[in-house]
């Protein structure tokens, strides 16, 4: 169930919210309310933060190298280290229960330059296959900022949003 507030002239279904900690706000991704039976989620619990995807593995050495950023359909984030290894990036993407073909995911390229960059393509992608985006290099430096978005399928509002930086050196 999503949460809706007045905006003094419709009902608007709210994409983020917040809550004081004692020193700052903070976002929530996970909210439930007690039903008179149960817990009942009624905010969506998507999570997703500026993150980088790196493959350094062919720096001075030369060759092709990639770095992958991937959504899931597990509902785990992973992203690949300097050493090009896949890697879990604790508490992303799905952080609660929930279905994930209910969201939708898409890629915008911000900035960057050199190799190849790949991925599902252009618009809204179902989240309940895995996604996976990479930039490619071939003897060379490339980097890409994308900022990646998260919508409810349902309803394409969207609620989460993080730029990832891709960066490969395969330069010898």
């Known amino acids: 169930m999503p949460v809706?507030?007045?905006?003094?002239?419709?009902?608007?279904?709210?994409g983020k919210l917040s809550v004081w900690n004692?020193?700052?706000?903070?976002?929530?991704?996970?909210?439930?309310?007690?039903?008179?039976?149960?817990?009942?989620k009624f905010f969506p619990a998507v999570k997703v933060s500026d993150n980088t995807a790196l493959n350094l593995s062919k720096s001075g050495v030369g060759g092709t190298a990639a770095a992958t950023y991937r959504f899931a359909s597990s509902g785990q984030a992973s992203a690949t280290n300097a050493a090009g290894t896949l890697t879990n990036?604790?508490?992303?993407?799905?952080?609660g229960s929930g279905t994930t073909s209910d969201y939708e995911v898409r890629a915008t390229v911000l900035s960057g330059s050199g190799g190849s960059f790949s991925g599902p393509g252009a618009g809204w992608h179902n989240l309940g296959t895995t996604r996976d985006w990479s930039l490619t290099v071939t003897n060379n430096a490339g980097d890409r900022d994308v900022l990646m978005e998260i919508r409810?399928?349902?309803t394409?509002?969207?609620?989460?949003?993080?730029?990832?930086?891709?960066?490969?050196?395969?330069?010898?």
């Open 4 to 14: 809706k507030v007045w905006d003094g002239s419709a009902w608007t279904e709210v």
């Open 22 to 40: 004692g020193s700052s706000w903070v976002p929530v991704v996970n909210a439930s309310a007690w039903n008179g039976s149960a817990w009942a």
């Open 152 to 154: 409810i399928a349902a």
């Open 156 to 172: 394409s509002l969207v609620i989460a949003s993080a730029t990832i930086t891709f960066e490969v050196d395969s330069a010898p």
């Open 89 to 95: 990036i604790s508490g992303e993407w799905l952080v």
